[in-house]
T-cell receptor, first 111, second 120 residues
Framework: SQELEQSPQSLIVQEGKNLTINCTSSKTLYGLYWYKQKYGEGLIFLMMLQKGGEEKSHEKITAKLDEKKQQSSLHITASQPSHAGIYLC???????????FGTGTRLKVLA | DTAVSQTPKYLVTQMGNDKSIKCEQNLGHDTMYWYKQDSKKFLKIMFSYNNKELIINETVPNRFSPKSPDKAHLNLHINSLELGDSAVYFC???????????????????FGPGTRLTVL
């Protein structure tokens, strides 16, 4: 079955620093989604990537999908305390009716 | 306007009780889902309904029963609650199941705020 592995599992950075979170799939992705979850709250959709090599940005967050469509990275520039939370990648599992999520990355930003 | 809403947000109950969590979406979507988030924050799908029909039914105890009175609602009923049922439950919706059968997964899912269930 298809799996999504995220790294790192947790991350603590100083405010203003850049950081990258990776999401690796065991199979080719047909679409990759990034979400953010604030503690005690629901999931917030960030962006969706479909094509190999695609890159999208929203404010200080940039996500890329590699050419082989098996790995995606989420990059935050000049991190702020408001970026803190759990970041999840998600995708439809190829050949099944499943929507799977990555293992999650817990981000803390120190002021 | 809230797109996907869940009630209650918090639920504390005793073992053995029966409880329900309600979910409503006002996006006009055809498909709704229930997920369980475990202690490690990993999301696992439980059920999916498309046009009021059960599409996905993962391996969950029979004590969990989804009910979809109409396309905009998917409620989760849990009988004989156990300690291990404590978790955060998320409801979600998407336009349809387009691309799920090995095609192009382009359908965005919109999530509710979650219901934190604590079984004592």
């Amino acid at each position: 079955s298809q799996e999504l592995e995220q790294s790192p599992q947790s991350l603590i950075v100083q405010e203003g620093k850049n950081l990258t979170i990776n999401c690796t799939s065991s199979k080719t992705l047909y679409g990759l989604y990034w979400y953010k979850q604030k503690y005690g709250e629901g999931l917030i959709f960030l962006m969706m990537l479909q094509k190999g090599g695609e890159e999208k940005s929203h404010e200080k967050i940039t996500a890329k999908l590699d050419e082989k469509k098996q790995q995606s990275s989420l990059h935050i520039t000049a991190s702020q305390p408001s970026h803190a939370g759990i970041y999840l990648c998600g995708a439809f599992s190829r050949g099944t009716y499943k929507y799977i999520f990555g293992t999650g990355t817990r981000l803390k930003v120190l002021a | 306007d809230t797109a996907v809403s869940q009630t209650p947000k918090y639920l504390v109950t005793q073992m053995g009780n029966d409880k329900s969590i309600k979910c409503e979406q006002n996006l006009g979507h055809d498909t709704m889902y229930w997920y369980k988030q475990d202690s490690k924050k990993f999301l696992k799908i439980m059920f999916s309904y498309n046009n009021k029909e059960l599409i996905i039914n993962e391996t969950v105890p029979n004590r969990f029963s989804p009910k979809s009175p109409d396309k905009a609602h998917l409620n989760l009923h849990i009988n004989s609650l156990e300690l291990g049922d404590s978790a955060v439950y998320f409801c979600a919706s998407s336009q349809d199941l387009r691309g799920l059968a090995g095609g192009f997964g382009t359908d965005t899912q919109y999530f509710g705020p979650g219901t934190r269930l604590t079984v004592l």
